[in-house]
């Protein structure tokens, strides 16, 4: 003998629609005032992006190491970049100590107690500027400063001017330097420690008291 449970299909559907609903509602992205809210993303996608940003950091900085880098030689009135600032020869001119109060720097004739410049040499008076632009103050040291010429080693100066060694934050200071170069020299070099370039100047012919 069977017994029906008395359930209709008219009496189901309510129920079946219902379930429906709720199933779609969970596999939809949760909503907070109107507006969808997304999964996070995975550890695996997070990892992802940034190896990405690693990666472009790494090409950026492959790419600056491989653009080559002026070392050229730079010439006179240049600025070359040192540390803190930059540096500029503004004028080379011979020192002629047969005529007194010559150049700009220690020439001041032969009974000023200048020594007297060895056979085969000349003496050269360089000027040069430095800027502290650092915002901190720069010594400008005689000694950091070189001059050679093809055939000869470099040589530090024989004399300087006695002004002060101080260059004040964001200042410039000018000073005299003088070297001993062959007298048939036709080009010196200077270099300063420090700065990323060196300064080619092309050289005159030597006073005639120089060749004795």
């Given at each position: 003998?069977?017994?029906s449970l008395g359930f209709s299909?008219?009496?189901?559907?309510?129920?079946?629609?219902?379930?429906?609903?709720?199933?779609?509602?969970?596999?939809?992205?949760?909503?907070?005032?109107?507006?969808?809210?997304?999964?996070?993303?995975?550890?695996?996608?997070?990892?992802?992006?940034?190896?990405?940003?690693?990666?472009?950091?790494?090409?950026?900085?492959g790419w600056a190491l491989l653009?080559?880098?002026?070392?050229?030689?730079?010439?006179?009135?240049?600025?070359?970049?040192?540390?803190?600032?930059?540096?500029?020869?503004?004028?080379?001119?011979?020192?002629?100590?047969?005529?007194?109060?010559?150049?700009?720097?220690?020439?001041?004739?032969?009974?000023?107690?200048?020594?007297?410049?060895?056979?085969?040499?000349?003496?050269?008076?360089?000027?040069?500027?430095?800027?502290?632009?650092?915002?901190?103050?720069?010594?400008?040291?005689?000694?950091?400063?070189?001059?050679?010429?093809?055939?000869?080693?470099?040589?530090?100066?024989?004399?300087?001017?006695?002004?002060?060694?101080?260059?004040?934050?964001?200042?410039?200071?000018?000073?005299?330097?003088?070297?001993?170069?062959?007298?048939?020299?036709?080009?010196?070099?200077?270099?300063?420690?420090?700065?990323?370039?060196?300064?080619?100047?092309?050289?005159?012919?030597?006073?005639?008291?120089?060749?004795?």
């Amino acid at each position: 003998m069977s017994h029906s449970l008395g359930f209709s299909e008219a009496m189901l559907t309510p129920v079946i629609r219902s379930w429906r609903t709720r199933s779609a509602r969970r596999s939809s992205p949760r909503t907070t005032s109107g507006l969808a809210i997304r999964p996070r993303p995975s550890g695996v996608v997070r990892r992802a992006a940034l190896v990405l940003v690693a990666l472009a950091v790494a090409v950026a900085g492959g790419w600056a190491l491989l653009t080559p880098r002026d070392t050229s030689p730079a010439g006179l009135n240049d600025a070359v970049d040192v540390s803190g600032g930059w540096m500029r020869v503004d004028n080379v001119l011979d020192v002629d100590l047969s005529t007194p109060m010559t150049g700009p720097g220690m020439a001041m004739g032969a009974s000023s107690g200048v020594p007297e410049i060895p056979e085969g040499l000349r003496r050269i008076d360089v000027e040069i500027s430095l800027a502290a632009t650092s915002g901190e103050a720069l010594r400008f040291r005689p000694s950091a400063f070189t001059a050679d010429t093809e055939g000869s080693g470099p040589v530090r100066p024989v004399a300087a001017d006695d002004t002060t060694d101080l260059v004040p934050p964001n200042g410039l200071l000018t000073r005299t330097l003088s070297f001993q170069v062959p007298a048939d020299a036709t080009l010196v070099t200077l270099r300063s420690k420090g700065a990323d370039r060196s300064v080619d100047v092309p050289l005159g012919p030597a006073p005639a008291a120089h060749g004795h």
